[in-house]
T-cell receptor, first 112, second 113 residues
Framework: EDQVTQSPEALRLQEGESSSLNCSYT??????LFWYRQDPGKGPEFLFT???AGEEKEKERLKATLTKKESFLHITAPKPEDSATYLC?????????????FGPGTSLSVIP | DAGVIQSPRHEVTEMGQEVTLRCKPI?????LFWYRQTMMRGLELLIY????????DSGMPEDRFSAKMPNASFSTLKIQPSEPRDSAVYFC???????????FGSGTRLTVV
Protein backbone atom coordinates (compact mmCIF):
# COMPACT_ATOMS: atom_id res chain seq x y z
CA GLU A 1 0.00 0.00 0.00
CA ASP A 2 1.29 3.45 -0.89
CA GLN A 3 2.25 5.58 2.09
CA VAL A 4 3.56 9.08 2.70
CA THR A 5 4.83 10.39 6.02
CA GLN A 6 6.32 13.75 6.89
CA SER A 7 8.54 14.94 9.71
CA PRO A 8 8.67 16.87 11.84
CA GLU A 9 4.98 17.53 12.43
CA ALA A 10 5.82 21.11 13.38
CA LEU A 11 8.99 23.19 13.13
CA ARG A 12 9.76 26.54 14.67
CA LEU A 13 12.74 28.47 13.28
CA GLN A 14 14.31 31.83 13.91
CA GLU A 15 14.50 34.06 10.86
CA GLY A 16 17.66 33.14 8.97
CA GLU A 17 17.97 29.70 10.58
CA SER A 18 18.17 27.15 7.76
CA SER A 19 16.62 23.69 8.11
CA SER A 20 15.07 20.78 6.22
CA LEU A 21 11.69 19.10 6.11
CA ASN A 22 11.42 15.39 5.37
CA CYS A 23 8.94 13.43 3.26
CA SER A 24 9.28 9.63 3.34
CA TYR A 25 7.34 7.55 0.88
CA THR A 26 6.57 3.97 -0.06
CA UNK A 27 5.25 3.35 -3.55
CA UNK A 28 5.70 0.45 -5.97
CA UNK A 29 6.45 2.75 -8.89
CA UNK A 30 7.06 6.46 -8.38
CA UNK A 31 5.41 8.60 -11.02
CA UNK A 32 6.29 11.86 -9.33
CA LEU A 33 6.73 13.50 -5.94
CA PHE A 34 5.02 16.84 -5.46
CA TRP A 35 5.58 19.61 -2.90
CA TYR A 36 2.88 22.09 -1.95
CA ARG A 37 2.65 25.04 0.39
CA GLN A 38 -0.60 25.77 2.24
CA ASP A 39 -1.34 29.04 4.02
CA PRO A 40 -4.10 29.20 6.65
CA GLY A 41 -7.55 29.46 5.11
CA LYS A 42 -6.30 28.72 1.60
CA GLY A 43 -5.89 25.76 -0.69
CA PRO A 44 -2.48 24.16 -1.23
CA GLU A 45 -0.22 25.90 -3.73
CA PHE A 46 1.97 23.80 -6.01
CA LEU A 47 5.74 24.26 -5.63
CA PHE A 48 7.69 21.44 -7.33
CA THR A 49 7.54 18.08 -9.06
CA UNK A 50 10.45 15.63 -8.75
CA UNK A 51 10.55 12.54 -10.91
CA UNK A 52 13.66 10.52 -10.18
CA ALA A 53 16.30 10.01 -7.51
CA GLY A 54 19.02 12.63 -7.62
CA GLU A 55 16.79 15.30 -9.06
CA GLU A 56 16.74 18.77 -7.45
CA LYS A 57 14.47 21.79 -7.92
CA GLU A 58 14.86 25.30 -6.51
CA LYS A 59 12.57 28.25 -5.97
CA GLU A 60 13.78 31.28 -4.04
CA ARG A 61 14.80 30.03 -0.57
CA LEU A 62 13.42 26.52 -1.17
CA LYS A 63 15.28 23.56 -2.61
CA ALA A 64 13.71 20.12 -3.02
CA THR A 65 15.73 16.93 -3.41
CA LEU A 66 14.72 13.33 -4.02
CA THR A 67 16.12 9.89 -3.17
CA LYS A 68 14.55 6.48 -3.69
CA LYS A 69 12.85 6.60 -0.31
CA GLU A 70 12.48 10.23 0.68
CA SER A 71 12.49 13.84 -0.32
CA PHE A 72 13.83 16.85 1.53
CA LEU A 73 12.67 20.41 1.34
CA HIS A 74 15.59 22.61 2.36
CA ILE A 75 14.80 26.13 3.49
CA THR A 76 17.76 28.50 3.39
CA ALA A 77 17.71 31.64 5.54
CA PRO A 78 13.92 31.54 6.00
CA LYS A 79 11.81 34.64 6.44
CA PRO A 80 8.54 35.02 8.37
CA GLU A 81 6.62 34.89 5.08
CA ASP A 82 7.82 31.31 4.62
CA SER A 83 5.59 30.29 7.53
CA ALA A 84 3.04 27.80 6.20
CA THR A 85 2.21 24.11 6.14
CA TYR A 86 4.28 22.19 3.59
CA LEU A 87 2.69 19.11 2.06
CA CYS A 88 4.23 16.43 -0.08
CA UNK A 89 2.34 14.01 -2.30
CA UNK A 90 3.27 11.01 -4.42
CA UNK A 91 1.82 9.47 -7.53
CA UNK A 92 2.14 5.78 -8.34
CA UNK A 93 2.49 4.99 -12.03
CA UNK A 94 1.56 1.33 -11.47
CA UNK A 95 -1.67 1.67 -9.53
CA UNK A 96 -3.06 5.18 -9.77
CA UNK A 97 -1.80 6.98 -12.79
CA UNK A 98 -3.92 10.06 -12.34
CA UNK A 99 -4.21 10.63 -8.61
CA UNK A 100 -1.77 11.28 -5.76
CA UNK A 101 -1.59 10.59 -2.03
CA PHE A 102 -0.83 13.49 0.29
CA GLY A 103 1.24 13.35 3.44
CA PRO A 104 0.04 14.94 6.70
CA GLY A 105 2.22 18.01 6.29
CA THR A 106 4.81 19.94 8.31
CA SER A 107 3.72 23.20 9.92
CA LEU A 108 6.58 25.70 9.69
CA SER A 109 6.73 28.85 11.80
CA VAL A 110 9.50 31.37 11.19
CA ILE A 111 9.95 33.83 14.04
CA PRO A 112 11.33 37.32 13.33
CA ASP B 1 -7.31 33.47 -15.18
CA ALA B 2 -9.38 33.56 -12.00
CA GLY B 3 -8.19 30.13 -10.96
CA VAL B 4 -10.42 27.45 -9.47
CA ILE B 5 -13.52 29.04 -8.01
CA GLN B 6 -15.44 27.38 -5.19
CA SER B 7 -18.68 28.43 -3.58
CA PRO B 8 -19.78 28.99 -0.95
CA ARG B 9 -16.69 29.82 1.12
CA HIS B 10 -18.45 28.92 4.33
CA GLU B 11 -21.53 26.80 4.94
CA VAL B 12 -23.24 26.14 8.25
CA THR B 13 -26.12 23.72 8.15
CA GLU B 14 -28.16 21.57 10.46
CA MET B 15 -27.80 17.83 10.60
CA GLY B 16 -30.05 16.13 8.07
CA GLN B 17 -30.04 18.98 5.58
CA GLU B 18 -28.80 18.72 2.02
CA VAL B 19 -25.57 20.54 1.20
CA THR B 20 -24.29 21.36 -2.28
CA LEU B 21 -20.75 22.56 -2.89
CA ARG B 22 -19.80 24.06 -6.23
CA CYS B 23 -16.64 24.29 -8.28
CA LYS B 24 -15.72 26.11 -11.47
CA PRO B 25 -12.48 24.66 -12.85
CA ILE B 26 -9.79 26.38 -14.86
CA UNK B 27 -10.68 26.36 -18.53
CA UNK B 28 -8.79 23.68 -20.41
CA UNK B 29 -7.90 21.60 -17.37
CA UNK B 30 -9.06 18.07 -18.04
CA UNK B 31 -8.85 16.68 -14.51
CA LEU B 32 -10.99 17.75 -11.57
CA PHE B 33 -10.52 16.43 -8.04
CA TRP B 34 -12.63 16.79 -4.89
CA TYR B 35 -10.71 16.60 -1.61
CA ARG B 36 -11.72 16.81 2.04
CA GLN B 37 -9.31 18.13 4.68
CA THR B 38 -9.54 17.60 8.42
CA MET B 39 -7.00 17.86 11.22
CA MET B 40 -7.31 14.15 11.96
CA ARG B 41 -7.15 12.72 8.44
CA GLY B 42 -5.41 15.41 6.39
CA LEU B 43 -6.23 15.70 2.69
CA GLU B 44 -8.39 12.84 1.44
CA LEU B 45 -9.33 12.33 -2.18
CA LEU B 46 -13.07 11.81 -2.53
CA ILE B 47 -13.56 11.54 -6.29
CA TYR B 48 -11.99 12.71 -9.53
CA UNK B 49 -13.08 13.31 -13.09
CA UNK B 50 -11.28 13.24 -16.42
CA UNK B 51 -12.98 15.10 -19.26
CA UNK B 52 -16.17 15.28 -17.17
CA UNK B 53 -16.27 11.50 -16.61
CA UNK B 54 -15.95 10.12 -13.05
CA UNK B 55 -12.84 7.94 -12.92
CA UNK B 56 -12.47 6.93 -9.29
CA ASP B 57 -15.02 7.48 -6.52
CA SER B 58 -13.51 5.00 -4.07
CA GLY B 59 -12.83 7.80 -1.61
CA MET B 60 -16.48 8.84 -1.29
CA PRO B 61 -17.27 7.89 2.29
CA GLU B 62 -20.80 6.60 1.74
CA ASP B 63 -23.92 6.88 -0.34
CA ARG B 64 -24.79 10.19 1.24
CA PHE B 65 -22.09 11.75 -0.93
CA SER B 66 -22.49 12.28 -4.66
CA ALA B 67 -20.63 14.33 -7.25
CA LYS B 68 -21.41 15.42 -10.77
CA MET B 69 -19.65 17.20 -13.58
CA PRO B 70 -22.31 18.01 -16.17
CA ASN B 71 -19.88 19.99 -18.32
CA ALA B 72 -16.28 21.17 -18.42
CA SER B 73 -17.13 24.37 -16.56
CA PHE B 74 -18.91 23.11 -13.48
CA SER B 75 -18.90 20.42 -10.83
CA THR B 76 -20.91 19.83 -7.67
CA LEU B 77 -20.43 17.77 -4.55
CA LYS B 78 -23.63 16.98 -2.70
CA ILE B 79 -24.14 15.59 0.78
CA GLN B 80 -27.63 14.36 1.64
CA PRO B 81 -28.36 14.04 4.50
CA SER B 82 -25.50 15.85 6.18
CA GLU B 83 -24.05 14.74 9.52
CA PRO B 84 -21.77 16.50 12.05
CA ARG B 85 -18.86 14.21 11.09
CA ASP B 86 -18.98 15.70 7.59
CA SER B 87 -17.66 18.97 9.00
CA ALA B 88 -14.41 19.71 7.16
CA VAL B 89 -12.89 21.91 4.49
CA TYR B 90 -13.73 20.66 1.01
CA PHE B 91 -11.37 21.53 -1.82
CA CYS B 92 -11.76 21.33 -5.54
CA UNK B 93 -8.55 21.05 -7.58
CA UNK B 94 -7.81 20.83 -11.27
CA UNK B 95 -4.88 19.63 -13.32
CA UNK B 96 -4.01 20.55 -16.86
CA UNK B 97 -1.72 17.65 -17.73
CA UNK B 98 -0.28 14.54 -16.16
CA UNK B 99 2.43 15.19 -13.59
CA UNK B 100 1.69 18.86 -13.42
CA UNK B 101 0.79 20.14 -10.01
CA UNK B 102 -2.79 20.65 -9.03
CA UNK B 103 -4.38 24.09 -8.78
CA PHE B 104 -6.61 24.20 -5.72
CA GLY B 105 -9.56 26.42 -5.02
CA SER B 106 -9.88 28.31 -1.75
CA GLY B 107 -12.12 25.63 -0.31
CA THR B 108 -15.53 25.49 1.34
CA ARG B 109 -15.55 25.24 5.12
CA LEU B 110 -18.56 23.11 6.03
CA THR B 111 -19.92 22.99 9.55
CA VAL B 112 -22.80 20.64 10.31
CA VAL B 113 -24.45 21.27 13.66
Amino acid sequence: EDQVTQSPEALRLQEGESSSLNCSYTVSGLRGLFWYRQDPGKGPEFLFTLYSAGEEKEKERLKATLTKKESFLHITAPKPEDSATYLCAVGNRKTSYDKVIFGPGTSLSVIP
Amino acid sequence: DAGVIQSPRHEVTEMGQEVTLRCKPISGHDYLFWYRQTMMRGLELLIYFNNNVPIDDSGMPEDRFSAKMPNASFSTLKIQPSEPRDSAVYFCATQGAENYGYTFGSGTRLTVV
